[in-house]
């Protein structure tokens, strides 16, 4: 195990004034503290904290965060405190460790959920302090190097994890050397074998490989001294393996196939003489058609500059060469610790006012507006993994997005209410539709109106987490003021029957005891609760006023609007269930005009007296109603579901008819609940109400009675 000398040592060689006091007692604590215990290696865990400082100094962060790197499982492991570290060393140092300790606190049972969570709080975290982060990609990055000791299950598992979300992390945070020793450890426990095979394959051309770099190497000083550039720094490093096998298909391709392993990177003073060597380099060896990318005029999200080309080198092989500045390779390889700003002793370093961290802000603000671990999660891997697309304002302003990106997600990215008013988009000066994907390079103008609101189709293709947290949170908030409004209503005409005015009930004494009856907080909940007909406003009422005797009050619904609920059939099916707005626990009637079936597109319509009745969106009564009255509605059929419908087949007056029907429904798998047959002269007409699972079954068994000989047309009945 390293002494401490050895990382001092290592911080004064960036931090030389540094008062290193704090890192030494931080250290001496740590032994203390883990003294007896081991990791499942049998090692000293403490070897563990001092790693992590190691990999620490190697980003070159403060003494504050080296020392809590020695400290950072401290407050977990033993009995010591977060506050007795604020005591025995500072506040700076406790909040962060405090920070790292919080991001493994609670224990889920469900694995996304429990990722989940985390990483929201690793968001939340890092809002406040990134050094947060830098911490726990070092833990992270340790522990995947000592993995060897832990069950296989528990090994694919971590592994997965430190490559969909850890190893972009480290990219996204422009830690390219971390990033790269997280994926190929992950890459060795997801896929031992390929890892293996690999690591055989370039094992056994290294010293070809080494004879092939040094030649390269020398070539291209001596281009650079050829182009005046004698002070350039030119060195060659083998592709990481993970990145081989990538370049491979996922091991699809034959590695003999894959020639550009080998990477090159020449430094040079400034930006004028990176554009001079690679007019050097695209002049000697033939340039590869688009292989050639410019991160210094368009930096990458993480502020990533170099020239990247590939070329045909020496041997005619491909090599891929990288060219930059000194201070752009510290960039590369530092990544955000060498732009940090520290503020004065005892702050926290915040990012909220970093340009460069825009993708942690959308990913912060995504977080809160997430419906469920799943979603959220998903978004993680997007916004995390995806290559960026580079486009333009009409005023040459610079907005970098996911591939994939829309127009509809460069107006969320212009500015909030932009997006919400958006009503088209003109790319390099054409009209295109909103679902248009953006191409790097694109000059993207968004067309607005102030009278405009996002559409729900809208989710349906946009993809940055900021774009569909905000169209998502602009609906809910539309949606909740709609059904607080129908909410109102159904109260006012309820109460009104009970001779009671709605400011009566709100003032009431009674109120509050029978809001916490119903399990509302408050007014205004009850007002939504009602509007999506979570609540009863007949029942509110009669609770509220149990002597007052109600008028009669006809219904707002006519007799073709008379309802029924899905059933469950004899082979056990459930019952299919509505999500409004993203609730499914809303309780909702099924209309009998036109017997929604799951699978059918379905609108809510809020009536008097009736809540929420489920429409097929094309019934004539969802055109006839009040669009305010209108709720978005989805079928939910998780576990399995039932629904009642009529089928009516009209068939030949023949013996055998009955039987060969009712087999047909029991070959689909259908539950035949009653039937009525009638006749015709020779002529029948046959009425099934049968319970079907989803439209498509429905469907399914339609076309089966169409093929029976003696059937001359099916149908399903609406009303």
């Known amino acids: 195990m390293p002494a401490v000398e050895d990382l001092l040592a290592a911080i004064r060689g960036y931090l030389p004034d540094a008062d290193l006091a704090l890192v030494r007692r931080a250290y001496a604590f740590s032994a203390h503290s883990h003294d007896g215990q081991l990791r499942k290696s049998g090692e000293a865990y403490f070897a563990h904290p001092v790693a992590v400082a190691f990999l620490l100094a190697r980003l070159r962060l403060d003494v504050a965060a080296i020392s809590a790197g020695l400290l950072h499982d401290v407050a977990e492991d033993t009995e010591v405190t977060v506050d007795e570290i604020a005591r025995r060393f500072s506040a700076e140092v406790s909040a962060i460790v405090d920070g790292v300790t919080k991001l493994e606190a609670i224990k889920y049972s469900n694995q996304q959920a429990r990722q989940a969570e985390n990483f929201r709080k690793m968001l939340v975290a890092m809002s406040k302090d990134i050094r947060v982060l830098l911490i726990k990609l070092a833990d992270r990055l340790h522990n995947m190097s000592t993995l060897d000791f832990k069950k296989p299950d528990s090994q694919r598992k971590i592994a997965q994890e430190t490559l969909e979300i850890y190893a972009p992390l480290a990219n996204r945070l422009g830690i390219g050397w971390m990033k790269a020793q997280l994926e190929d450890l992950a890459f060795r426990y997801l896929h031992p074998d390929e890892y293996k095979r690999l690591s055989h394959l370039v094992g056994a051309r290294q010293v070809e490989r080494q004879h092939y770099v040094l030649r390269a190497v020398d070539e291209i000083r001596q281009l650079m001294l050829a182009e005046g ?205 909103l679902r248009t994907a953006l191409r790097s390079g694109n000059v993207v103008e968004i067309m607005t109106r102030p009278d405009a609101r996002p559409s729900k189709d809208w989710m349906d293709f946009a993809v940055t987490a ?156 969802v055109l006839d109603a009040d669009p305010m009255r209108r709720l978005d509605c989805e079928w939910n059929t998780t576990g399995g579901s039932g629904a009642t419908v009529t089928v009516r087949v009209f068939t030949e007056n023949a013996s055998g008819m009955l039987a060969a029907m009712s087999q047909r429904f029991t070959d689909a798998g259908i539950d035949i609940c009653s039937a009525n047959c009638r006749t015709e002269g020779r002529r029948a007409v046959n009425d099934f109400e049968v319970v079907v699972a989803d439209v498509a079954q429905l469907n399914g068994v339609i076309a089966s009675l169409g093929r029976l000989r003696g059937v001359a047309r099916v149908e399903r009945v609406r009303g």
Not at 251 to 267: A, H, K, L, M, S
Not at 286 to 291: A, F, S
Not at 408 to 423: L, S
Not at 470 to 481: P, V
């Open 229 to 433: 550039l004698p002070n350039a720094q030119v060195s060659g490093r083998p592709k990481h393996l993970f990145g081989i096998w990538k370049k491979m298909d996922n091991g699809r391709v034959p590695y003999e196939q894959i020639y550009d392993t080998q990477g090159f990177r020449v430094v040079v003073a400034d930006i004028k003489e990176c554009y001079q060597a690679l007019g050097a380099v695209h002049t000697h060896w033939k340039p590869i058609p688009g292989r050639f990318k410019d991160y210094i005029a368009l930096p990458k999200a993480n502020r990533y500059q170099s020239l990247h080309t590939s070329v045909m080198g020496p041997g005619a092989e491909r090599i891929e060469i990288q060219i930059r500045t000194s201070e752009m390779h510290r960039l590369a390889e530092e990544g955000v610790a060498c732009h940090w700003r520290y503020k004065e002793r005892g702050e926290s370093i915040s990012v909220r006012d970093e340009e460069r961290f825009t993708w942690l802000k959308q990913l912060l603000e995504f977080h809160t507006n997430a419906k469920d671990a799943d979603e959220f999660m998903d978004s993680m891997r997007v916004d995390l993994f995806n290559d960026e697309v580079y486009t333009f304002t009409p005023k040459g302003e610079l907005k970098v997005m996911q591939r994939g990106a829309t127009p509809v997600d460069f107006a969320y990215a212009v500015h909030t209410k932009v997006g919400e008013r958006t009503v088209g988009a003109k790319v390099d000066n054409v009209m295109v539709p």
């Open 466 to 621: 900021r774009a569909r947290s905000k169209i998502r949170a602009y609906l809910h908030a539309e949606q909740r003021a709609r059904s607080r409004e129908i909410g109102l209503d159904l109260l006012e005409k309820a109460l009104r029957r009970l001779k009671c005015s709605l400011s009566r009930a709100e003032n009431s004494d009674r109120l509050a005891n029978v809001l916490a009856l119903m399990g509302i907080q408050n007014w205004d909940e009850l007002a939504v609760a009602v509007g999506f007909g979570k609540a009863d406003a007949e029942k509110f009422s009669r609770l509220l006023l149990p002597d007052a005797k109600a008028e009669s009050a006809g219904q707002e619904e006519d007799p073709d609007a008379e309802v029924k609920r899905p059933r469950k059939g004899k082979r056990g099916k459930g019952v299919a269930t509505i999500v409004v707005d993203g609730l499914d626990d809303v309780l909702v009637r099924y209309a009998k005009c036109c017997s929604p079936v799951p699978g059918d597109p379905v609108v809510g319509v809020v009536t008097r007296g009736r809540g929420i009745t489920v429409h097929q969106r094309s019934c004539s009564k």
